[in-house]
């Protein structure tokens, strides 16, 4: 952080001495370098802050399941974890002024492609899930009802 500080300090000075020399190629230069470097530190700083919570909720996902002994968590801890790398890099992307056009391009149909999939993967485990015990599950209800309505039945004859 001092390495940052002092240069930031130079380069304002470089900009100084340049604006008193009037030479404008250089002074427009140095003044559009010292105004992108607050955008470098806000690329740093949320890569760094973003990877180290992103490296943190993936441990504690993975551990948590480990301890539950919930399957398939290590995998989804881990899918999670490349997931959140990636939107951290993207965040992060966006400060240093990067056109990311190209890169949404690529992901907006992979990410319309995901989401089907796991919607038909989900319409698939509740159809072929629940197929046979629909019958059941709705006899179930359907006597539960039945039952609520005579025990209803019969506190209103008791009055």
């Known amino acids: 952080m001092d390495l940052l500080v002092r240069w930031f300090i130079y380069l304002i000075a470089i900009l100084a001495a340049i604006a008193v ?3 404008t190629v250089l002074t427009v230069l140095v003044a559009n370098i010292a105004a992108y ?5 806000a690329f740093i700083l949320i890569l760094v802050v973003g990877f180290i919570l992103v490296d943190w909720l993936a441990d504690f996902l993975h551990s948590y399941g480990r301890s539950q002994n919930i399957e ?3 995998l989804f ?3 999670l974890r490349a997931f959140l790398y990636f939107v951290v890099a993207i965040l992060a992307l966006e400060q240093l002024l990067i056109d990311l056009t190209i890169i949404y ?3 907006t149909p992979i990410a319309w492609g995901v989401g089907l999939g796991v919607g038909a993967a989900i319409a698939f485990f509740f159809f072929f899930g629940f197929r046979d015990r629909a019958p059941r599950m709705m006899g179930d209800l359907m006597s539960s009802m039945q039952h609520e309505t005579e025990k209803v039945r019969q506190q209103e004859q008791k009055k």
């Open 21 to 23: 020399l009037q030479i």
């Open 37 to 41: 470097i607050p955008n470098v530190i």
């Open 72 to 74: 398939f968590m290590g």
């Open 77 to 79: 801890a881990m899918v």
């Open 105 to 107: 391009t690529f992901i």
